[in-house]
T-cell receptor, first 114, second 113 residues
Framework: EPEVTQTPSHQVTQMGQEVILRCVPI?????FYWYRQILGQKVEFLVS????????KSEIFDDQFSVERPDGSNFTLKIRSTKLEDSAMYFC????????????FGPGTRLTVL | GDSVTQMEGPVTLSEEAFLTINCTYT??????LFWYVQYPGEGLQLLLK?????DKGSNKGFEATYRKETTSFHLEKGSVQVSDSAVYFC????????????FGKGTMLLVSP
């Protein structure tokens, strides 16, 4: 069964460094998402991406964040200058169509900012 | 805004016990409702869903009924197994545009033999 994959599974970085989290969505999917979960808190929506542009973003997704689909298979989340409060589990998701079509999630990347 | 509230965990049960995990929601429109499960070391997997009032979602022995009058979507299973130990997330999605999921905090279920 096709699945969403994410790399790395765990990333440790120093405050102020740039990180790139990578995701490979399911190949025929058209809509892509990033969510995050700070330890002990809710899973929160960050951004959605369709047709090579951001379709929606939350208040969390400020200028330090960017997303890209550089080569038609990868979907990346970049944090330009990490802060301690960026430490969280980051989930990528994809879906084929809009509406009630299911979102499929990856296993997550745990980001630790020291 | 839209929100989902789940019961705090962990929920600790013995094998074959009855499970209920409560979930209530607040939404401005008419959402679809979901339960996702996360097994240790894995991603979020869709467990079941319901798209309109009075619908019942079911999968792997788990059930949840969309109750508009009580704005609830409680997860139930008649007889849990050790392999059901996981974190369960209730979520809603408004059926409009580039719909995104709004999640609850998650409830950890621990089932002992």
């Amino acid at each position: 069964e096709p699945e969403v994959t994410q790399t790395p599974s765990h990333q440790v970085t120093q405050m102020g460094q740039e990180v790139i989290l990578r995701c490979v969505p399911i190949s025929n999917h058209l809509y892509f998402y990033w969510y995050r979960q700070i330890l002990g808190q809710k899973v929160e929506f960050l951004v959605s991406f369709y047709n090579n542009e951001i379709s929606e973003k939350s208040e969390i997704f400020d200028d330090q964040f960017s997303v890209e689909r550089p080569d038609g298979s990868n979907f990346t989340l970049k944090i330009r200058s990490t802060k301690l409060e960026d430490s969280a589990m980051y989930f990528c998701a994809s879906r084929y169509g809009e509406g009630v079509d299911t979102q499929y999630f990856g296993p997550g990347t745990r980001l630790t900012v020291l | 805004g839209d929100s989902v509230t789940q019961m705090e965990g962990p929920v600790t049960l013995s094998e074959e016990a009855f499970l209920t995990i409560n979930c209530t929601y607040t939404a401005t429109g008419y959402p679809s409702l979901f339960w996702y499960v996360q097994y240790p070391g894995e991603g979020l997997q869709l467990l079941l869903k319901a798209t309109k009032a009075d619908d019942k979602g079911s999968n792997k022995g788990f059930e949840a009924t969309y109750r508009k009058e009580t704005t609830s979507f409680h997860l139930e299973k008649g007889s849990v197994q050790v392999s059901d130990s996981a974190v369960y997330f209730c979520a809603l999605e408004l059926n409009s545009g580039y719909s995104t999921l709004t999640f609850g905090k998650g409830t950890m279920l621990l089932v002992s033999p």
